[in-house]
């Protein structure tokens, strides 16, 4: 049981931070488009499908960010589900760094540290009881026969 509290405190701090930043850098990107607030060149999306950085830092904003800061508030309150958001806003933060180092390259360490956090959100909440292992035994019972 204490494993378990370190693991939904260490999860929440993970998220909680993830979330603060992604907000931040987002807020930075959709009130700028054009990189220059953030010192971020617009000729890195040359090659991309963007013409700025638009969607993009909304994506950051709203799900990596919002949706890390209210993971975090479910892990917190512990919210039946806070394992699967956990896995689900750690996934997607891992996808949206690959991605984002495929259209501009790996700019900085910030890039593979965010993979890493990512990663870790993904196995701490592979680590929770009942993450996925509830939801196994529910589809084998309704898929038996």
Do not use: W
């Amino acid at each position: 049981m204490k494993i378990t509290r370190s693991f939904n405190t260490i999860l929440c701090v993970l998220q909680i931070g993830i979330g603060v930043t992604a907000v931040l850098g987002g807020f930075g990107l959709a009130s700028d488009p054009s990189g220059a607030g953030m010192e971020i060149p617009l000729a890195l999306l040359e090659n991309s499908i963007f013409a700025n950085y638009l969607i993009p830092g909304l994506v950051l904003l709203i799900v990596i960010g919002v949706g890390n800061v209210l993971g975090g508030i479910a892990t917190l309150i512990r919210h039946r589900h806070f394992g699967k958001i956990a896995i689900f806003s750690g996934s997607f933060l891992v996808v949206y760094i690959l991605v984002e180092i495929g259209i501009v390259g790996l700019l900085n360490l910030s890039q593979p540290l965010y993979i890493i956090l990512g990663i870790a959100e993904i196995v701490l909440g592979l680590k929770l009881p009942g993450a996925i292992k509830h939801d196994t035994k529910e589809l084998v019972e309704s898929t038996a026969f």
